[in-house]
T-cell receptor, first 115, second 114 residues
Framework: AQTVTQSQPEMSVQEAETVTLSCTYD???????LFWYKQPPSRQMILVIR??????QNATENRFSVNFQKAAKSFSLKISDSQLGDAAMYFC????????????FGQGTRLTINP | NAGVTQTPKFRVLKTGQSMTLLCAQD?????MYWYRQDPGMGLRLIHY???????AKGEVPDGYNVSRLKKQNFLLGLESAAPSQTSVYFC?????????????FGQGTRLTVV
């Protein structure tokens, strides 16, 4: 079974600075998808960024980028120029390409932005 | 409005009581899911459905039952609630691979069992 591990329960960063959230996963599949979700206090689940395992190039969405290391099974999220609105719970998630569609989530990292 | 609606938003149950959580989607999605979210454990899959009339167990199915009699509705039942089922429950639906990029999530149901 796939597992996703986020080893940082909490992180904090100064406004306008850069922060990196860590995520590792375990799978025997070679083709899969990885995601980062943001969950603000409203509890809404917001997709931040996605990465297909077959793509070598790291995904980027505006101030959000990932460092995908397939051999190391690592998928970190970098947030540049942090803003107060980035404060939220962030979840890393894995989805395999075999069998039924299912998302496996990590434990989450609570990100605080200090003004 | 298109989306996933969960009913109720909040509920307090006494140990041993039963209840049903309703998830409704109006997007004609085939796939529907129930997750629970607990502090320090992320979201864990309880049950899921890949189409009307089908259900399957997820990671933490014990103590829960589900039904998908109509394509638009996915019901999660607790027959005899326990304090360990205190959690926030999320429903999600999707129509296309990959799930993670195409899922619509409900706003969650906060359930407290006392």
């Amino acid at each position: 079974a796939q597992t996703v591990t986020q080893s940082q329960p909490e992180m904090s960063v100064q406004e306008a600075e850069t922060v990196t959230l860590s995520c590792t996963y375990d799978t025997s599949e070679s083709d899969y998808y990885l995601f980062w979700y943001k969950q603000p206090p409203s509890r809404q689940m917001i997709l931040v960024i996605r990465q297909e395992a077959y793509k070598q190039q790291n995904a980027t969405e505006n101030r959000f980028s990932v460092n995908f290391q397939k051999a190391a099974k690592s998928f970190s999220l970098k947030i540049s120029d942090s803003q107060l609105g980035d404060a939220a719970m962030y979840f890393c998630a894995f989805e395999g390409s075999q069998g039924a569609q299912k998302l496996v989530f990590g434990q989450g990292t609570r990100l605080t932005i200090n003004p | 409005n298109a989306g996933v609606t969960q009913t109720p938003k909040f509920r307090v149950l006494k140990t041993g009581q039963s209840m049903t959580l309703l998830c409704a989607q109006d997007m004609n999605h085939e796939y529907m899911y129930w997750y629970r979210q607990d502090p320090g454990m992320g979201l864990r899959l309880i049950h899921y459905s890949v189409g009307e009339g089908t259900t399957a167990k997820g990671e933490v199915p014990d103590g829960y039952n589900v039904s998908r009699l109509k394509k638009q509705n996915f019901l999660l039942g607790l027959e005899s609630a326990a304090p360990s089922q205190t959690s926030v429950y999320f429903c999600a639906s999707s129509y296309f691979n990959p799930l993670g990029a195409n899922a619509f999530f409900g706003q969650g149901t906060r359930l407290t069992v006392v």
